[in-house]
């Protein structure tokens, strides 16, 4: 298993942890897919997507299909992505995903946050040179497909040469550049694979080790930025705990 496997494995059940959280967040996501590309997830790519991510989180089909048609009506708010970044307490770097309908409320809570544990944020993109940013996708493996030949087609997309396999599942996790998401999900669901997950991620390429002590104060930064609702997704450098 990779470095990319290992930090999303120790990032993910916490950044997903509460089912009505979630919801919220994927009903943005879709919000922002339909705004850009429409309700119809045959000709959205990203749109589908998105709710091939909800049926993996086992968010019911009938909350995916309002959030579709509150996105199409005129009174829907208006969300936008944006990223906000620092450091955070012991020199942790902190990247913060978000979408909001209103940015100066967004932000003032971020910074709120960052304040309180006495960080610092920085100016947008001042940290990206230290998470890679990826597209990964999860599917079932194919019999008879070898995943080396298969990676070795996927390269010319952008697809990176590390994968990470499920034996339990049967399913494989790769990841690739952001700019290929569609490209990548083209070439998966023409080639008959079931896609099960896709999403954007960013990977820290430098993790930082911390006593569990510094470990704890961190996470609590992390929990309280995860409970504002238009943060979508909080990203650290700080290296997972041993199992």
């Known amino acids: 298993m990779g470095r990319a496997f290992e930090y999303r494995k120790a990032a993910k059940l916490k950044r997903w942890g509460h089912m009505a959280r979630t919801f919220t967040k994927i009903g943005k996501q879709i919000a922002i897919a339909v705004k850009a590309g429409g309700p119809d997830p045959e000709n959205n790519p990203h749109l589908r997507a998105i709710m091939q991510t909800a049926k993996r989180e086992n968010m019911p089909n009938a909350n995916v299909e309002r959030a579709i048609k509150n996105a199409m009506g005129k009174d829907q708010k208006d ?25 100066t409320r967004t932000v003032a809570n971020v910074r709120a946050v960052f304040n309180k544990f006495s960080g610092n944020m920085g100016t947008q993109g001042s940290l990206s040179f230290l998470f890679d940013h990826k597209c990964v996708f999860t599917f079932k493996k194919k019999d008879g497909v070898d995943m080396d030949d298969l990676i070795l087609e996927l390269i010319d997309l952008g ?9 339990e599942s049967g399913e494989i996790t790769l990841y690739g550049e952001p700019t290929s ?63």
């Open 79 to 103: 969300f936008k992505e944006i990223t906000y970044e620092g450091y955070g307490p012991h020199g942790i770097a902190i990247f913060v995903d978000a979408a909001t309908d209103n940015n």
């Open 159 to 167: 697809v990176d040469d590390e994968f990470d396999e499920d034996e």
């Open 181 to 243: 998401f569609s490209e990548i999900q083209k070439y998966l669901e023409g080639n008959g694979f079931e896609v099960t997950g896709a999403e954007f991620t960013r990977i820290p390429n430098d993790l930082k080790e911390v006593t569990q002590e510094q470990r704890e104060t961190i996470e609590k930064m992390v929990d309280l930025l995860e409970d504002d609702e238009d943060v979508q997704n909080v990203y650290t450098n700080m290296k997972p705990a041993e199992d």
